[in-house]
T-cell receptor, first 112, second 111 residues
Framework: SQTIHQWPATLVQPVGSPLSLECTVE??????LYWYRQAAGRGLQLLFY??????ISSEVPQNLSASRPQDRQFILSSKKLLLSDSGFYLC???????????FGPGTRLTVT | QKEVEQDPGPLSVPEGAIVSLNCTYS??????FMWYRQYSRKGPELLMYTYSSGNKEDGRFTAQVDKSSKYISLFIRDSQPSDSATYLCAMNNNAGNMLTFGGGTRLMVKP
């Protein structure tokens, strides 16, 4: 069966510090991978998606970036965090199309 | 106006009640409709998805799509306290990789 991991689970970072969040998927090959952000009490905002190694599409202009160095690894990064980057970051995967996405446990980021 | 609207709730019901959760949307190109359940501080869990119009049943859950009205529903029969969560609807137009989410409805089922 497929599983998806995210780490860290929680993170508190000062404004201006760098960020690296990691997501890995097990039990499937060549998945589509997604990064979402969920602000408190709000729906999910798609940040990036990837259909293959090195292929990244950005949906929202921001100070975040994403990379996919391996088939089942997706990384979300920032060089300098802003207060507005606080939120719940979710990684998701799909293989049969974007309509059947499965989410990881999330990383709760607080920028202070 | 948001593309997908969902009443944020909270919706409070007694155990055993039938729950109706709804979303309206404005983009007539949407063809796939999903329902996710999200417990507090957890990732969303896919409950079910439907294609185009019609009903789909899975245990106590029934998803209903009315494309003519741009309205989708999720019914929960015999609701349980363990159903207490936020329910998110999501949609896709089959032309890209983006899901458009509603803001979620918080449901509380009281014993």
């Amino acid at each position: 069966s497929q599983t998806i991991h995210q780490w860290p689970a929680t993170l508190v970072q000062p404004v201006g510090s760098p960020l690296s969040l990691e997501c890995t998927v097990e039990g499937t090959s060549n998945p589509n991978l997604y990064w979402y952000r969920q602000a408190a009490g709000r729906g999910l905002q798609l940040l990036f998606y990837s259909v293959g190694i090195g292929q990244i599409s950005s949906e929202v202009p921001q100070n975040l970036s994403a990379s996919r160095p391996q088939d089942r690894q997706f990384i979300l990064s920032s060089k300098k965090l802003l207060l507005s980057d606080s939120g719940f970051y979710l990684c998701a995967w799909s293989v049969s199309g974007p309509y059947e996405q499965y989410f990881g446990p999330g990383t709760r980021l607080t920028v202070t | 106006q948001k593309e997908v609207e969902q009443d944020p709730g909270p919706l409070s019901v007694p155990e055993g009640a039938i729950v109706s959760l709804n979303c309206t949307y404005s983009n007539s190109a949407f063809q796939y409709f999903m329902w996710y359940r999200q417990y507090s501080r957890k990732g969303p869990e896919l409950l079910m998805y439907t294609y185009s119009s019609g009903n789909k049943e899975d245990g106590r859950f029934t998803a209903q799509v009315d494309k003519s009205s741009k309205y989708i529903s999720l019914f929960i029969r015999d609701s349980q306290p363990s159903d207490s969560a936020t329910y998110l609807c999501a949609m896709n137009n089959n032309a890209g990789n983006m899901l458009t989410f509603g803001g979620g409805t918080r449901l509380m089922v009281k014993p």
